[in-house]
């Protein structure tokens, strides 16, 4: 038995050790997603700066009105950066893109209805 666990550790260290010695011959084959390593700004001149602004949703008023905030939600922003860069659309598509998912996600229709059929509504 412990032939065995002295031959897997031993071979595991090697394997480890010629993975990291070849790195560079197959590091470029691993997907690893860009926009896992950029910065989130945290206030919203920043939030403007990276292009999270635009005509229908301007923060330049927040900006102007001296507000202290952080600025906008941090995984909201990570979702929609992500959705911009992956299928390469402006910031205005990328939220409402972002806003139908998380409807969907909580049964809600893409006209802001629940879909629950139990809903009653007086309209």
């Given at each position: 038995?412990?032939?065995?666990?002295?031959?897997?550790?031993?071979?595991s260290l090697i394997l480890a050790t010629a993975l990291y010695l070849?790195?560079?011959?197959?590091?470029?084959?691993?997907?690893?997603?860009?926009?896992?390593?950029?910065?989130?700004?945290?206030?919203?001149?920043?939030?403007?700066?990276?292009?999270?602004?635009?005509?229908?949703?301007?923060?330049?008023?927040?900006?102007?009105?001296?507000?202290?905030?952080?600025?906008?939600?941090?995984?909201?922003?990570?979702?929609?950066?992500?959705?911009?860069?992956?299928?390469?659309?402006?910031?205005?598509?990328?939220?409402?893109?972002?806003?139908?998912?998380?409807?969907?996600?909580?049964?809600?229709?893409?006209?802001?209805l629940p879909r629950d059929p139990k809903f009653v509504s007086f309209?």
């Amino acid at each position: 038995m412990g032939y065995i666990l002295y031959s897997l550790t031993l071979s595991s260290l090697i394997l480890a050790t010629a993975l990291y010695l070849t790195r560079n011959r197959w590091n470029h084959l691993v997907p690893i997603p860009n926009y896992i390593y950029t910065r989130l700004p945290s206030s919203f001149a920043n939030d403007i700066e990276s292009g999270f602004t635009s005509t229908d949703f301007d923060l330049s008023t927040n900006v102007a009105a001296g507000d202290s905030r952080a600025g906008l939600d941090q995984q909201a922003k990570q979702e929609v950066q992500k959705i911009m860069k992956s299928r390469r659309v402006g910031f205005d598509e990328a939220r409402r893109i972002y806003t139908e998912a998380r409807f969907a996600r909580n049964n809600i229709g893409p006209d802001g209805l629940p879909r629950d059929p139990k809903f009653v509504s007086f309209s």
